[in-house]
């Protein structure tokens, strides 16, 4: 199973292809604005999407996701929790900031609560229900990797200064949810470098006075 990263939209959204090169399968996580890197390789290698995973549904995470659904026939997954943001720029951001363009998206076709395990391409995934940087986000877990989304950063957290952020549950999700997950687990964020569960208990400055 590969993993490739691209870097979208004005935010430098990180969206992640997962695929398996024999059976030309894959999935998708948070295909954010300007999404023609993503959809030219895959059309390159071939991949047979099946899945668009959303870590959660602001604009930036979610604004290639009308693009990709059109081209891959692929459902959403998202929290329940922030169902109607596809639908409303007021709420996933897009409407808040000038020069950010309406995001309007169908709905997502599965809505998670968090504690599901996902069987995508011959694979689990657990769903982590993590709020704090938004009420719905969520991280899924594969094996020793996860996609932590806007939660986690290599030596930082989310912000939590948008509509339904809580800094307080922020710090919750992280110490409760991700610090229990392997030193070693890879984690593969929403912005930025990727980094490791053992390397932010050791020097993420939100991180060290939890532990």
Known sequence: ???????????????????DEESKEGLVVDPGMGPDSLLRRIG?????????????????????VEELRS?????????????????????NGSGLFPGIPAIVCAPAEHLLDGGETLSLLGETFRVLHTPGHSPGSVTY???????????????????????GGSYETLMHSISEK???LPEE????CGHGPETTIGREQMHNPYVTGLL
Do not use: C
């Open 1 to 19: 199973m590969k993993i490739e990263t691209f870097v979208l939209g004005p935010a430098m959204t990180n969206a992640y292809l997962m695929y």
């Open 44 to 64: 390159e290698l071939g991949i047979a999407v099946k899945a668009i995973l959303l870590t959660h549904a602001h604009f930036d995470h979610i604004g290639g």
């Open 71 to 91: 081209l891959t026939k692929a459902p959403v997954y998202l929290h329940r929790a922030e169902a109607d943001w596809m639908t409303e720029p007021q709420k």
């Open 141 to 163: 877990v594969w094996g020793t990797t996860i996609f932590s989304g806007d939660v986690l950063f290599k030596n930082s957290i989310g912000r939590t200064d948008l509509p």
């Open 178 to 180: 991700l610090m229990d």
């Open 185 to 188: 687990t890879r984690v593969l």
